[in-house]
């Protein structure tokens, strides 16, 4: 398998920061992986390292046919290369010198204006509320009307195995200014395996415009973590899964929730056995706290694991998913993926069930520049009257932290179905349409509908330079679930960011 998908062999690796989530490498990787050009991503496990990055780069323009490949696929490769051109030197896929200690104290500054009107939308059954427009945001709140933000980023790395990455944040509203660490990690290389400890964001599943287990919905959770940034091949019968990926984290979540303090762990695999074919499983689970009876060792891994604990008090909320991805280059290179999850366990197998099925076009005309991507979640599951999802009748805040959902940003007892188009005009200036229609509170006297259609901009004028333009309107009908009660919301966001 490793000669077919060019996977990492388990050797030491130099750390390498994190990208964040929400970066437009992403969805270029993506572009490459759909167009056949790259074999061994794993786009269920994010996010990605910078290596890793440069690594699927590399292959995708190893695997890309010098003179018969469309001009899109050379813009974004050429692209990808000059954004990533220290890391590909330090694989080796480009000419130079890396040096394994640096300091870069500054690597981006993103600057954003951000206009708001219209109210914070309740999440039924938890403590979760969420301004419509704004999600998928690392849980940042922007007040009424104005607001200004500053996003900083830099890095520094010791000896190639040890690392610090910072993200500060500064919020500046018509009426007050506030200044925090977004996000923000040490981490160590361990051979293949990498150790970390900060405030980080993850995201879970197939899903893209949400997922059922983990996002960047919510604010970035402080925790210790242990996973292998780039996919290996595993020894003996286990090399026919492929290119292989875990990720293990514990954390604690905030004393302002109704069980103050507990604690919050997820695992997930995953795994390639075929360059069309990706599978993933993931579990997370949410115990102890303040005034609930402790959980030892020996039972956290029972129920990280799958299994509820027999004959105890319930002491844990758990949620767990399995999720593929199927790719059909007889069909265009057609993407097909989805996601099963479960609020519980039954049987040794998930039960209380939700799901996400999504489709990705990513040529649908001859030239490749549009792609085209459907995605539907149900959340809506219903058990005695009242929907199960992001739910509890103990941790009653639910599955949130900092009274934003962690996983899918509809939230419990809702709907959401997505499309998207997306035009890359040229290697300097990609459009995006969308629509979203999402359904909410199938538990209440009235439940609550959204109509949502977006615009989104991105144009690169100079080499370290590049401006973002989103305008989203949402009509929603019987707003907070109150019959009659419609509403238009408005969201802009202009932004400015400069590379060094």
């Known amino acids: 398998m490793g000669g077919i998908f ?12 994190a990208l964040p989530l929400g970066s437009w490498i992403y969805p270029a990787l993506d572009k490459l992986t759909g167009l056949g050009l790259i074999d061994s991503s794993l786009q269920g496990s994010r996010p990605y390292d910078r290596l890793e990055a440069a690594r699927l780069t590399a292959e995708a323009r190893t695997s890309a046919k010098p003179g018969s490949s469309q001009p899109v696929v050379e813009e974004l490769l050429g692209r990808l290369e000059a954004e990533l051109h220290e890391q590909l030197v330090e694989l080796g896929f480009a000419d130079g010198v890396a040096p394994p200690g640096y300091l870069k104290p500054l690597r981006s500054i993103e600057a954003h204006y951000i206009y708001r009107e219209g ?5 039924p059954g938890t403590n979760a ?4 427009l704004n999600y998928n945001n690392f849980g940042i709140d922007y007040e009424e009307h104005h607001n200004g933000q500053l996003v900083f980023e830099g890095d520094a790395r010791l000896a190639g195995v040890f690392l610090l ?6 919020l500046i509203d018509e009426d007050d200014t506030s200044f925090r660490l977004l996000q923000g990690t040490a981490a160590l290389a361990l051979g293949p395996l990498e150790l970390s ?12 415009h949400g997922s059922l287990v983990l996002t960047n919905n919510a604010r970035p959770l402080d925790m210790i973590r242990i996973t292998n940034p780039t996919p290996v091949d595993l020894p003996w019968l286990f090399n026919y899964l ?8 514990w954390s604690q979540l905030e004393e302002n929730r109704i069980v103050p303090e507990p604690y919050f762990a997820g695992l997930r695999l995953n795994f390639k056995p075929h360059p069309c074919v990706e599978i993933g499983a993931s579990r997370t689970v949410l115990f102890g706290g303040d005034g609930r009876p402790d959980v030892d060792w020996e039972d956290f891994f029972t129920i990280l694991g799958g299994k509820n604990l027999e004959g105890e008090e319930d002491n844990s909320n758990s949620v767990a998913a399995l999720d593929a991805r ?10 097909i993926y989805g996601e099963l999850g479960g609020e519980d366990e039954a049987g040794g197998f998930i039960s209380n069930k939700a799901w996400l099925a999504g489709l990705y076009l990513p040529m649908v005309e001859s030239t490749q520049r549009l792609s085209l991507r459907l995605e539907y979640a149900a959340l809506d599951h219903v058990d005695s009257n009242s929907p199960i999802w992001y739910r509890h009748g103990i941790y009653q805040s639910g599955y949130t932290y900092h009274e934003q959902i962690m996983g899918h940003h509809v939230g419990g007892g809702g709907s959401d179905l997505f499309t998207e188009i997306t035009a890359i005009l040229s290697g300097d200036l990609t459009l995006g349409l969308s629509f979203d229609y999402e359904r909410r509170g199938v538990d209440q006297a009235t439940e609550e509908e959204h109509y949502q259609p977006g615009i989104a901009l991105e144009w690169k004028p100079h080499a370290r330079l590049t401006f973002n333009a989103r305008y989203a309107f949402n009509r929603v009908e019987n707003f907070n679930f109150v019959s009659g009660n419609d509403l238009s919301f408005h969201f802009v966001d202009f932004g400015l960011t400069s590379n060094w």
Request: aromatic share 16%; glycine share 8%; charged share 20%.
């Open 119 to 123: 109210e914070d939308a309740l999440v």
């Open 197 to 208: 400890a900060g405030r980080q964001s993850l995201w879970w599943g197939q899903g893209r």
């Open 242 to 249: 492929g290119p292989f990926r875990f990720d293990v984290f």
């Open 129 to 132: 509320r969420q301004f419509p």
């Open 6 to 17: 060019c996977s990492a062999p388990a050797l030491a690796n130099p750390v390498s920061p």
């Open 165 to 170: 990455q910072w993200r500060p944040l500064l």
């Open 326 to 335: 199927l790719r059909l280059p007889f069909l265009w290179n057609a993407e």
